[in-house]
T-cell receptor
C-alpha cells in the first residue's frame, strides 16, 4: 500500500527551539518525497523535495530508506514558520499526502 | 501570470443539487488533481487526470465526477450522491518537474 503517515497533528515549540516534523511512508519502489507548506491564508506550496537535498528557509529533510522516513528539521524555529506542513509521496502518476502537522511557534 | 485558478472561492449548495467547481491552469501541465481537505484528515485524493480525455478515481471518488476535455481545464462536479460534501476543495497540477501547483481552493457549504 502507498501511504504517508504524519503522527503529530500539532507541534508547539518556542521561538529558537529545534523543530522536527515526522513523516513515514509506505512504498515498495524508489520513493520521491516532498514537503509542502500552507501558511495562513496562502496557497499550499512546495517547501522542499528530497531529490534536491537543499535547505529552504533553514529547513532540511533527509530520506532514510531503512526507516522509511523523511522527517523535516530546523535547528532554530522562527515565529514565521508557523503553518501547516504536509509530507507527500509521489509514485508514478499520483501524489499522496499525509494528514499534516500544524506547527505553532510561540514567542 | 501563470498558475491555477479555482472558482468560485465560496459555494453554497442546497441538499439534492449538483454543483460544479472550476479549475483552470495555464502552466501547460498534463497532470491535474482534485483533493478534499478536511480538518485532521489532510488532503484526500478525489480524482486525477494524467492526460486529456482520461481520468482515474482517487481514494474518495464516490459522489463526485470529473471531465478532462481540455488540457487547461479539470472541473469537478459534486453530485447529490455525495453524503457529506461540505469541505474545502483543492485543485493541483503537476508538470515535468514533479512539483505540484495548487489553486486557492473552493469552500463548499451545503445549506
Amino acid at each position: 500500500a502507498q501511504r504517508v503517515t504524519q503522527p503529530e497533528k500539532l507541534l508547539s515549540v518556542f521561538k529558537g527551539a529545534p523543530v522536527e516534523l515526522k513523516c513515514n511512508y509506505s512504498y515498495s519502489g524508489s520513493p520521491e518525497l516532498f514537503w509542502y507548506v500552507q501558511y495562513s491564508r496562502q496557497r499550499l506550496q512546495l517547501l522542499l523535495r528530497h531529490i534536491s537535498r537543499e535547505s529552504i528557509k533553514g529547513f532540511t529533510a533527509d530520506l532514510n530508506k531503512g526507516e522509511t522516513s523523511f522527517h523535516l528539521k530546523k535547528p532554530f524555529a522562527q515565529e514565521e514558520d508557523s503553518a501547516m506542513y504536509y509530507c507527500a509521496l509521489c509514485p508514478p502518476n499520483k501524489l499522496i499526502f499525509g494528514t499534516g502537522t500544524l506547527l505553532a511557534v510561540q514567542p | 501570470d501563470g498558475g491555477i485558478t479555482q472558482s468560485p472561492k465560496y459555494l453554497f449548495r442546497k441538499e439534492g443539487q449538483n454543483v460544479t467547481l472550476s479549475c483552470e491552469q495555464n502552466l501547460n501541465h498534463d497532470a491535474m488533481y482534485w483533493y478534499r481537505q478536511d480538518p485532521g484528515q489532510g488532503l484526500r485524493l478525489i480524482y486525477y487526470s494524467q492526460i486529456v480525455n482520461d481520468f482515474q478515481k482517487g481514494d474518495i471518488a464516490e459522489g463526485y465526477s470529473v471531465s478532462r476535455e481540455k488540457k487547461e481545464s479539470f472541473p469537478l462536479t459534486v453530485t447529490s450522491a455525495q453524503k457529506n460534501p461540505t469541505a474545502f476543495y483543492l485543485c493541483a497540477s503537476i508538470g515535468d518537474g514533479r512539483e505540484a501547483f495548487f489553486g486557492q481552493g473552493t469552500r463548499l457549504t451545503v445549506v
